[in-house]
């Protein structure tokens, strides 16, 4: 089975860096995915890993490290529009992807 | 393109009844799934489909049908609705091998069951 831990709430300062944190277990392993979901809206793609190391678009930015089973998701020059819940998702492979139960991030002034 | 699409967007049922939700895909996807949320699950699979004439099961099947005549279009069936079954549903699409990781999805339903 698959199985995800991300931290349920995070709060952060607008213009400040936020790190969202991801540890998994799953019985096969294709990449890590991160997608974003405003109140009331469906969730959007950000970013994919499927090698260890950093990945980078803009304000956001995905790590990976397989040994570790772990990744995150990092925020730059926080704004007001980018509180929303981050969703952390492992691919299979031979499925589709199984998701965390999101982290909800607020960002405050 | 419209992407992916879904209806109705809103849905109030009764207990033991039966209703589709529809959702249909312009982008030519090979692989549709549904998902539904509920707050602080996370989005949990229900069924999914790797082609027309193909589906499977996910993580909570039970309660739900599907089938995919069509490559655009994967409707899901409550064969009698439940309260457990009141949450948001959504539809979602990703083309290819491997691009499991980037998925489509819909607008989403909400349902509620009385």
């Known amino acids: 089975g698959q199985s995800l831990e991300q931290p349920s709430e995070v709060t952060a300062v607008e213009g400040a860096i936020v790190q969202i944190n991801c540890t998994y277990q799953t019985s096969g392993f294709y990449g890590l995915s991160w997608y974003q979901q405003h109140d009331g809206g469906a969730p959007t793609f950000l970013s994919y890993n499927a090698l260890d190391g950093l990945e980078e678009t803009g304000r956001f930015s995905s790590f990976l490290s397989r040994s570790d089973s772990y990744g995150y998701l990092l925020l730059q020059e926080l704004q007001m529009k980018d509180s929303a819940s981050y969703f952390c998702a492992v691919s299979p492979g031979n499925t589709p992807l199984v998701f965390g139960k999101g982290t909800r991030l607020s960002v405050i002034a | 393109n419209a992407g992916v699409t879904q209806t109705p967007k809103f849905q109030v049922l009764k207990t033991g009844q039966s209703m589709t939700l529809q959702c249909a895909q312009d982008?030519?996807?090979?692989?549709m799934s549904w998902y539904r949320q509920d707050p602080g699950m996370g989005l949990r699979l229900i069924h999914y489909s790797v082609g027309a004439g193909i589906t499977d099961q996910g993580e909570v099947p039970n309660g739900y049908n599907v089938s995919r005549s069509t490559t655009e279009d994967f409707p899901l069936r409550l064969l009698s609705a439940a309260p457990s079954q009141t949450s948001v549903y959504f539809c979602a699409s990703a083309s290819g091998q491997g691009v499991y990781s980037e998925q489509y999805f819909g607008p989403g339903t909400r349902l509620t069951v009385t």
């Open positions: 982008m030519n996807h090979e692989y």
